[in-house]
């Protein structure tokens, strides 16, 4: 089973993606927006 989410951490919009294939689960996080 995959999970997706977004969080919204100070004005930073993440998408994260859990993936529990091939064992060991894989989380891929993308950034959208500036952090400095």
Do not use: F, K
Request: hydrophobic content about 40%; overall charge negative; charged content about 15%.
């Amino acid at each position: 089973m995959a999970r997706s989410g977004q969080l919204d951490v100070e004005g930073v919009l993440l998408n994260w993606r859990l993936e529990g294939e091939g064992g060991l689960p894989l989380v891929c996080i993308h950034g959208v927006g500036s952090y400095l």
